[in-house]
């Protein structure tokens, strides 16, 4: 079964800290993609990558970075982390150009910023 | 620009009802069309998706969705929900040139038993 694993299912952090967060797929997929899911906004697409080394900003990139050094692994990164940024967190992957498949999503990573 | 909606947020039924929950589109050109469902405390899930040819497609679940076109709009159906029905629905939208989905703001379905 294909899978996107997220490395935290909760995180509490401090205001100011760096946060990363990790993401891993085995599929062998091309694209990942980070969201942020947020109670009656729905998923906002924060960063997104086609290919390793490659990244392109989403609709809400502000605050957050991303690093794709290697295929299966999709690393967000908040510079310095605020209360703002308290939301659930979704990776996603799907192969090639193509929405044949739709996306494979991870479980999630609850994030508090305190 | 592009953006996908769905009218409903919160929608309570009892088990037995039929169920539609809206979501329009507005995007140019070829569209592909998903509906997700998100059960408490799981990973969000492919219900259906819409590429091309009928324009009324089923998914699993005994979920079904139609594609309108002069109308926008790609709304997700159930005859007859169960409790275990009770989730976060969203629906999403994206055109194959980019890969990207844009997803709506979700619709919570409670089915009271």
């Known amino acids: 079964d294909v899978k996107v694993t997220q490395s935290s299912r909760y995180l509490v952090k401090r205001t100011g800290e760096k946060v990363f967060l990790e993401c891993v797929q085995d599929?062998?997929?091309?694209?990942m993609f980070w969201y942020r899911q947020d109670p009656g906004l729905g998923l906002r697409l924060i960063y997104f990558?086609?290919?390793?080394?490659?990244?392109e900003k989403g609709d809400i990139p502000e605050g957050y970075s991303v690093s794709r050094e290697k295929k299966e692994r999709f690393s967000l990164i908040l510079e310095s982390a605020s209360t703002n940024q308290t939301s659930m967190y979704l990776c996603?992957?799907?192969?090639?150009?193509?929405?044949?498949?739709?996306?494979?999503f991870g479980s999630g990573t609850r994030l508090t910023v305190v | 620009a592009q953006s996908v909606s769905q009218h409903n947020h919160h929608v309570i039924l009892s088990e037995a009802a039929s169920l539609e929950l809206g979501c329009n589109y507005s995007?140019?050109?070829?569209?592909?069309l998903f509906w997700y469902v998100q059960y408490p405390g799981q990973h969000l899930q492919l219900l259906l998706k819409?590429?091309?040819?009928?324009?009324l497609v089923k998914g699993i679940k005994g979920f079904e969705a139609e594609f309108i076109k002069s109308k926008f709009s790609f709304n997700l159906r159930k005859p007859s929900v169960q409790w275990s029905d009770t989730a976060e629905y969203f629906c999403?939208?994206?055109?194959?040139?980019?890969?990207?989905?844009?997803f709506g703001q979700g619709t919570t379905l409670q089915v009271k038993p």
């Open positions: 996603a992957s799907s192969g090639g150009q193509q929405l044949n498949y739709g996306y494979t």
């Open positions: 599929m062998d997929h091309e694209n």
């Open positions: 990558s086609y290919d390793v080394k490659m990244k």
């Open positions: 995007y140019g050109g070829t569209v592909n």
């Open positions: 819409y590429f091309s040819g009928d324009p």
């Open positions: 999403a939208g994206g055109s194959s040139n980019t890969g990207k989905l844009i």
